[in-house]
């Protein structure tokens, strides 16, 4: 993952995935997903998303919702997901990942 430009913009990727190793889950299983990334605009975000997957050992990602975030972590409620939003402000990318594996037919 490259660090994340002097003023990128943040975006917020809604999305399913196959965990391999090294995902800390059982490989094969498809789990789904909440990404943030930087980037000049969506396309460089989502290309950041993709190389931030795969180094986390998710595989077959699938973007179901992609949304531009114009005020950054600010717009989102403290917690977890803002902490992974700041994360992606300072590092590029953060994933959060459900526990639960998805159904075969989800």
């Known amino acids: 993952m490259q660090p994340a430009s002097n003023h990128p ?52 990602l699938r973007i179901l919702q992609t949304k531009p975030l114009p005020n950054g972590a600010r717009g989102i409620e403290s917690g977890p997901l803002r902490d992974a939003a700041e994360t992606a402000l300072t590092n590029g990318a953060s994933l959060v990942v459900w526990p639960d594996e998805l159904p075969l037919d989800a």
Do not use: K, M
């Open 9 to 60: 913009g943040l975006f917020c990727f809604v999305g399913q995935a196959i965990a391999s190793d090294p995902a800390p889950y059982r490989t094969g299983a498809r789990h789904a997903l909440l990404a943030f990334t930087t980037g000049d605009d969506a396309d460089a975000a989502r290309d950041l998303l993709d190389e931030a997957a795969e180094a986390h050992g998710w595989q077959h």
